[in-house]
C-alpha cells in the first residue's frame, strides 16, 4: 500500500527567506507525485507534478521539486516566499488505479 | 465557466439526519472524487468515480453512499449523519479518466453535526 508523509506539520518563515518543504512516499512502482497548495477556506490548487524525466520540477507561483529515489522524497522549495505563500500545503501521490493519496499537509505561516 | 460547484457551502444536521452534498462540474472530466478533510489527517477518499455509470469505495467509505448522476454531477449521500462525519467535503474532477493524476477542487462544503 501507498503513503505520504510530510513530517513537519507547521512551519513558520520571515519574509523573503526560502523555504522547504518535506515529502516522503512509500510505493512499490514508479510514483506520479504532486504537491497542492489550500489557501484558507479555499479548494486545493495544483502547485506541480512529477511524472518522469528531469527529476527538478518547476511549477506556479515560483515554486519547484526535488524527485529523489533512493530517498523516497519529494521536497518542495521556493526560494523567496511572499506573505501570499502562507496556506496549507499537500504532497500527493497516484497509484496505478488512478486515486491520489495526500499527505497530512503543512501549514506555512509566513512573518513580516 | 465555473470549474467545480459544490453545494451547500455550510450545513448543519443533527445525528440521525439525512443529508446530500452536491457537486457538479463543466470540464467535461470524466473522473469525479469525494474527499474529506480532516485536521492532521490531511484528504481521505470517499468514494470516487472513474467513468459516468461507475463508483467505487475509497478509503473511507462507510456512512456514505454516491449517485454519478450523469457526466457532470456526482453526489454524496449521508443516510444517517453521526458527530464524527463533521468535517470539510470536498469534490474533484479530473480530465481523462484520472490518467494524469491532476484534481480540480470545489471549494469545499463545511457539515457540522451535532
Known amino acids: 500500500a501507498q503513503s505520504v508523509t510530510q513530517p513537519d506539520i507547521h512551519i513558520t518563515v520571515s519574509e523573503g527567506a526560502s523555504l522547504e518543504l518535506r515529502c516522503n512516499y512509500s510505493?512499490?512502482?514508479?510514483?506520479?507525485l504532486f504537491w497542492y497548495v489550500q489557501s484558507p477556506g479555499q479548494g486545493l490548487q495544483l502547485l506541480l507534478k512529477?511524472?518522469?524525466?528531469?527529476?527538478l520540477v518547476q511549477g506556479i507561483k515560483g515554486f519547484e521539486a526535488e524527485f529523489k529515489r533512493s530517498q523516497s522524497s519529494f521536497n518542495l522549495r521556493k526560494p523567496s516566499v511572499h506573505w501570499s505563500d502562507a496556506a496549507e500545503y499537500f504532497c500527493?501521490?497516484?497509484?496505478?488505479?488512478?486515486?491520489?493519496?495526500f499527505g497530512a499537509g503543512t501549514t506555512v505561516t509566513v512573518r513580516a | 465557466n465555473a470549474g467545480v460547484t459544490q453545494t451547500p457551502k455550510f450545513q448543519v444536521l443533527k445525528t440521525g439526519q439525512s443529508m446530500t452534498l452536491q457537486c457538479a462540474q463543466d470540464?467535461?472530466?470524466?473522473?469525479m472524487y469525494w474527499y474529506r478533510q480532516d485536521p492532521g489527517m490531511g484528504l481521505r477518499l470517499i468514494y470516487y468515480?472513474?467513468?459516468?455509470?461507475?463508483?467505487d469505495k475509497g478509503e473511507v467509505p462507510n456512512g456514505y453512499n454516491v449517485s454519478r448522476l450523469n457526466k457532470r454531477e456526482f453526489s454524496l449521500r449521508l443516510e444517517s449523519a453521526a458527530p464524527s462525519q463533521t468535517s470539510v467535503y470536498f469534490c474533484?474532477?479530473?480530465?481523462?479518466?484520472?490518467?494524469?493524476?491532476?484534481?480540480?477542487f470545489g471549494e469545499g462544503s463545511r457539515l457540522t453535526v451535532l
Open positions: 500527493a501521490l497516484r497509484s496505478n488505479d488512478y486515486k491520489l493519496s
Open positions: 510505493y512499490g512502482a514508479t510514483p506520479y
Open positions: 512529477y511524472f518522469s524525466g528531469d527529476t
Open positions: 470540464m467535461n472530466h470524466n473522473s
Open positions: 468515480s472513474a467513468s459516468e455509470g461507475t463508483t
Open positions: 474533484a474532477g479530473s480530465p481523462r479518466g484520472g490518467s494524469t493524476g491532476e484534481l480540480f
